[in-house]
């Protein structure tokens, strides 16, 4: 029994569904871009997350919500261009 227990778990957590960013936060990260192009890379990037804390996330989502933080355009395609976007 224990072991089906845990072979259940382990199959839950190796899922790729099982931490998938919500449409909710990936929602909130949108929202969060102060410009549409951000926005777009910030949807692009993060869609298909699986971490579950935002320090997990992989590099170019990070890069893209660093995107999103630049108040004009200009300023967020440097950062894009920086990144390696």
Avoid at 11 to 25: E, P, Q, R, T, Y
């Amino acid at each position: 029994m224990k072991k089906l227990l845990g072979i259940l778990v382990l199959g839950l957590l190796i899922s790729s569904n099982a931490h998938s960013l919500s449409k909710d936060k990936l929602a909130e990260l949108v929202s969060e871009a102060n410009t549409r192009g951000a926005a777009g890379l910030i949807y692009d990037y993060c869609m298909n997350e699986d971490a579950f804390l935002e320090i997990l996330y992989s590099k170019n989502c990070k890069c893209a919500i660093k995107v999103g933080k630049a108040k004009t355009g200009g300023a967020a395609g440097m950062v894009a261009e920086l990144c390696g976007l």
